[in-house]
């Protein structure tokens, strides 16, 4: 089903409760910026208890569908300057130009979204053990003073990133070491929210 038919059963009233929640998790199944369980907690974050209040449940549902319409304009827009990249023989993408095929970030709100996601990563120890201790102590930083990254700080998420760049490349394709390719995987995204975090 698409993203349209599961927002248009959320807020179809004639339907059972318990089925239209379910509808709002197969939208977050569709879109999922911030991963599955931390969108659907942020959802409940910015709205409310969903699984019970009729009103917060179409919160949510819409809060979603704004971030993913946003998402959806830089899609096109992307799209259009890949165009014109093209016709002016530019086949290939710069390094510095992002690609927002997959939704990256919580889109038109990607600082709050990347603070609740390193909070919701670090209260779940599960979801933040793999990830390296050097990072996680950072996110941690992050958190007690969101928005401020110093040149030091900065300098360290950088250093991090190419660190597990390579061990991530290293690990993976075709003799997948799972326990270093998944700390390098858990890293790099939480690395990524304390981006958006203090941008």
């Known amino acids: 089903m698409s993203f349209g038919t599961y927002a248009r059963k959320v807020r179809d009233r004639s339907l059972p409760y318990g089925r239209r929640v379910n509808a709002l998790a197969g939208c977050v199944q569709l879109y999922r910026p911030i991963g599955y369980l931390a969108t659907f907690a942020y959802l409940e974050h910015l709205a409310g208890p969903l699984r019970r209040d009729e009103y917060a449940l179409l919160r949510a549902v819409d809060a979603l569908a704004t971030s993913r319409a946003v998402w959806l304009k830089e899609l096109d827009a992307y799209a259009a300057r890949r165009q014109a990249a093209k016709r002016a023989g530019r086949r290939s993408t710069r390094p510095s130009e992002l690609n927002p095929s997959r939704p990256a970030c919580w ?3 990607s600082r709050r979204a990347a603070v609740f996601t390193l909070g919701f990563l670090l209260r779940n120890q599960e979801r933040s053990a793999h990830a390296e201790e050097d990072v996680v102590r950072l996110a941690r930083s992050v958190l007690e003073a969101p928005g401020d990254l110093s040149p030091a700080r ?15 490349a290293a690990s993976g ?27």
């Open 107 to 109: 889109y038109g709100d």
């Open 154 to 168: 900065l300098e360290q998420v950088d250093l991090l990133r190419n660190r597990f760049e390579r061990l991530q």
């Open 173 to 199: 394709w075709p003799d997948v070491d799972w326990p270093n390719w998944v700390r390098a995987r858990q890293s790099l995204w939480m690395l990524h929210q304390i981006c958006y975090a203090t941008a």
